[in-house]
C-alpha cells in the first residue's frame, strides 16, 4: 500500500487497509493515533524578513480507526495538539505523581471522548499512539459512567 508520506514522498508498507480489516471481528476496531506537524509560514534563518512555507513545531494528532463494517477508514481530528501536548501533558504528569491510582476527567474529556461515537458497539481496541497519546495510561482515563 502506497501511502503519502510529505511532500512528493511515498512508500509501501506491503500491506493494505483492507487487509487489516479483514482481520477483525465485527466488535473489534484498530485506531492509529499519529502527531502532525503543522505546514505554516516559518521565519527564513537566512533572511530574517522573509518567511517560507514549511513544517512548524506546532502540531495536530489525527485519528484513523478501522473497523469491519468500514467503506473506508475514518478519521477524528484533534485541533487542540498544542495544548494536549502542552498544559494537558503538564498537569497529567502532576497528576499522576500525586494521585496515581485516580482516573482523570480531562484526559476523558480532550483524548477519549472525541473517539467514544465513532467506536460505539466495538469491544476490543488495538491501539496504536504517537506523540503526547503514547505517554498517557490508558488507565489514568476516567470514564463518566
Not at 477508514?73 to 505523581?97: A, C, R, S, T
Not at 465513532?118 to 470514564?143: C, E, Q
Given at each position: ?16 487497509w483492507?487487509?487489516?480489516q479483514?482481520k ?33 513545531e ?10 469491519k ?23 497529567y ?12 476527567d ?18 476490543k ?21
Amino acid at each position: 500500500m502506497n501511502q503519502k508520506a510529505g511532500i512528493g514522498t511515498s512508500f509501501d508498507l506491503g500491506f493494505s487497509w483492507k487487509e487489516i480489516q479483514d482481520k477483525l471481528s465485527p466488535d473489534e476496531a484498530v485506531v492509529e493515533i499519529a502527531s502532525i506537524k503543522k505546514i505554516g509560514a516559518l521565519k527564513d534563518k537566512f533572511r530574517k524578513s522573509d518567511a517560507v512555507l514549511g513544517l512548524s513545531e506546532n502540531r495536530f494528532y489525527a485519528a484513523i480507526i478501522i473497523k469491519k463494517e468500514s467503506k473506508n477508514p475514518e478519521i477524528v481530528f484533534y485541533e487542540k495538539g498544542d495544548f494536549i501536548e502542552g498544559p494537558l501533558m503538564k498537569n497529567y504528569q502532576k497528576y499522576v505523581d500525586f494521585y496515581p491510582h485516580i482516573p482523570s476527567d480531562d484526559l476523558y474529556e480532550y483524548l477519549w471522548k472525541p473517539l467514544e461515537e465513532k467506536l460505539s458497539g466495538i469491544k476490543k481496541i488495538y491501539l496504536s499512539a504517537d506523540g503526547a497519546f503514547n505517554k498517557i495510561s490508558l488507565y489514568s482515563i476516567k470514564y463518566p459512567n
